[in-house]
């Protein structure tokens, strides 16, 4: 049988059809916070946001202390624009851990959302200078300032990117790069990443389907390409566990 860990495999390369398989058979059956969770994962992985929320409901109710859970929960909220109940969790789990990256992260990108560019950016340069993984809020960072207009600053930090002369260790992905060029509006260059990263079987694409930030290419013909590379295009047809 699959395992836990054999199932994140599969979602991060994209093998939607073995993920939902198992999931069919195990997730009716087991109870567990961690398999909820995976199943919350799945589900947003194919932009199934509204279902998703339950299960990550689930997997919180059975682990309530959980701070990656409680983040995730406030992620889901932001990912079906419910921007109010999003803002109220990240500040419930940044109280239970002041650094949490994806908390913080989370927090400014629903401030993004909302317009609140100038929060935002501030809420991800106290990060920056309060912790050692800075590095990872970059894509974050440069997005928000290029939505600000602030273009010089975009590209300086997008040279620097795509030289991976950032960080020893990290390294921006092509779909870091593709954010970056999405706040700068320029299309061409988010396509050719994103294609990159399908070429290249890159995981973190899968979230082009549940982060509201890319719903604004989601009327451009080459994102059904995208779909198409990513074996999404019988996802309708997949045999889904109900609520």
Not at 188 to 194: A, G, K, R, S, T
Request: aromatic share 12%.
């Amino acid at each position: 049988a699959q395992s836990i860990k054999g199932i994140s495999v599969a979602l991060r390369t994209h093998k939607y059809v073995e993920a939902s398989d198992w999931f069919a058979d195990v997730v009716e059956k087991e109870t567990d916070a961690e398999t909820c969770y995976f199943y919350f994962l799945f589900l947003n992985m194919l932009g199934r946001r509204g279902s998703a929320l339950s299960w990550i409901e689930k997997a919180l109710a059975l682990d309530p202390a959980n701070t990656l859970y409680n983040a995730e929960l406030a992620r889901a909220y932001y990912i079906n624009e419910q921007y109010a109940d999003a803002l109220e969790q990240y500040n419930y789990t940044l109280g239970l851990d002041t650094v949490f990256l994806p908390a913080i992260e989370g927090k400014g990108c629903t401030l993004v959302a909302i317009d609140q560019l100038k929060k935002a950016h501030h809420e991800f340069e106290t990060y920056q200078t309060s912790v050692s993984q800075e590095q990872e809020n970059i894509p974050h960072l440069v997005y928000i300032a290029a939505r600000l207009g602030m273009n010089d600053t975009a590209e300086h930090f997008l040279e620097e990117l795509q030289l991976g002369s950032t960080s020893d260790s990290y390294i921006a992905s092509p779909v870091d790069i593709a954010l970056i060029f999405l706040g700068m509006k320029r299309m061409d260059e988010v396509f050719f990443y994103l294609q990159r990263a399908a070429d290249d079987k890159i995981g973190k694409l899968h979230f082009i389907l549940a982060d509201p930030v890319w719903d604004k290419i989601k009327g451009d013909p080459r994102y059904s390409k995208l779909l198409n590379e990513l074996n999404l295009s019988d996802i309708e047809n997949m045999s889904l566990v109900t609520e």
